[in-house]
Structures are given as C-alpha cells and as structure tokens.
T-cell receptor
Framework: DAGVIQSPRHEVTEMGQEVTLRCKPI?????LFWYRQTMMRGLELLIY????????DSGMPEDRFSAKMPNASFSTLKIQPSEPRDSAVYFC?????????????FGPGTRLTVL | KNQVEQSPQSLIILEGKNCTLQ??????????LRWYKQDTGRGPVSLTI?????NTKSNGRYTATLDADTKQSSLHITASQLSDSASYIC?????????????FGRGTSLIVHP
C-alpha cells in the first residue's frame, strides 16, 4: 500500500483565496483525521471521520474551515476565505478498528502558506 | 483539561551519545501512550506504544518506559545516529467515552551532530 496520500504537498496562496487540501486514506481504514501543525501549537486535531461520517469537528477553528468525506477513499479540507494565520502544515491520518491501540498512519502533509 | 507535556523542548547531542526524552501527562482515564518520530518534512511515524501494564519496551536503540503512577514516560536513545535527528512526539489518547481522541505533546526536537 502507498500509505496515506495528500495533495498538494505545497500550496502558496493569497489572503482571501479558497484553498482545498486532499487526502486519500489507506485502503480499509475506517477512521480519518485532519490535523494542523505549527511551531507554536504543535499538532492539533481539527476533525475526524468514522466510516465517512464526521464524528467530532470541535477542533475546527472557524466557519471558514470545512471538511468532507464523500467516500471511503477521499477527503477534503477546505478553507474559504484563507488568512495568513492559516499558514501551517496540514496532516491527514487514517486508522482502523483493530489496529494496535488505534495507531494512526500519517500522510506527508501539505505545507500551506497564505500571503 | 487533558495535557501532555514534553521536555526538553530541544536537544543537541553528539553522534554516539545517549539521550533521554521526557513526557508527563494528565490524561485520564489512561489507555496507552505512544511515541512518534517525525522527520523533517514528513508525517509522524509510530515508534512504540506503552500500555498500562508495561513498564519498559525496546525497539532497537529506542527504549521507552512508563510509570503510570506518576504519569510519566521516557524515551531513551542509545548510541545516537545522525538519522535520529527528528522531532519526537508523545501522544496519549483520551479513553473517556470510547472515543480515544489523541492528546499530543508539542514534541522534543533532537539534533544529532557528527
């Protein structure tokens, strides 16, 4: 398996623009997580899905952030409109029930820069 | 609020030397504690997991310990190599309600110099 796939790897955009980050989880995994990582705050859980259904989105910072999982093999995280403080590395991770104590497998991340 | 605190924030050592990273947590109820290694520009990768009944576990040159009474864990790296340069993140899931939402430490940045 290729692991968790994220695209794009790097995104540079201007304030006010819409940004869409994409994730393909590992086949067979039924949990999908979106994280944001910054130097100041470390890794923060934004939202997670179970069987394509959003379970907890309490970490989503504002209404500007939205996430969808239309099927088991694809998820998006959208920021509209983007702001400079959204600049961070965004990670997608997946896991499955029965994995070693809910081990999460992370993608390579998308580095977002909002100018 | 559940917290995971790591120390030191950063560490620089010479190749071949040993080092120990610390993790203190307040997460309750406790299920397990996991150490991740994050290389620069990559996502975290699991190194080892400690459950309630385990005191020590080794994975090659990495040895993790857990003291569930004091809610402390350590990660000891023996005979460090340049490839050990990375961020090491301690993660403790919140087992209340069966959700197992992870609480992450902010990590220790380790630099190994030749």
């Amino acid at each position: 398996d290729a692991g968790v796939i994220q695209s794009p790897r790097h995104e540079v955009t201007e304030m006010g623009q819409e940004v869409t980050l994409r994730c393909k989880p590992i086949s067979g995994h039924d949990y999908l997580f979106w994280y944001r990582q910054t130097m100041m705050r470390g890794l923060e859980l934004l939202i997670y899905f179970n069987n394509n259904v959003p379970i907890d989105d309490s970490g989503m910072p504002e209404d500007r952030f939205s996430a969808k999982m239309p099927n088991a093999s694809f998820s998006t995280l959208k920021i509209q409109p983007s702001e400079p403080r959204d600049s961070a590395v965004y990670f997608c991770a997946s896991s499955f029930v029965g994995s070693s104590y809910n081990e999460q497998f992370f993608g390579p991340g998308t580095r977002l820069t909002v100018l | 609020k559940n917290q995971v605190e790591q120390s030191p924030q950063s560490l620089i050592i010479l190749e071949g030397k040993n080092c120990t990273l610390q993790c203190n947590y307040t997460v309750s109820p406790f299920s397990n504690l996991r150490w991740y290694k994050q290389d620069t520009g990559r996502g975290p990768v699991s190194l080892t997991i400690m459950t309630f009944s385990e005191n020590t576990k080794s994975n090659g040159r990495y040895t993790a310990t857990l003291d569930a009474d004091t809610k402390q864990s350590s990660l000891h790296i023996t005979a460090s190599q340049l490839s050990d340069s990375a961020s090491y993140i301690c993660v403790v899931p919140d087992a209340s309600g069966g959700s197992y939402i992870p609480t992450f430490g902010r990590g220790t940045s380790l630099i190994v110099h030749p």
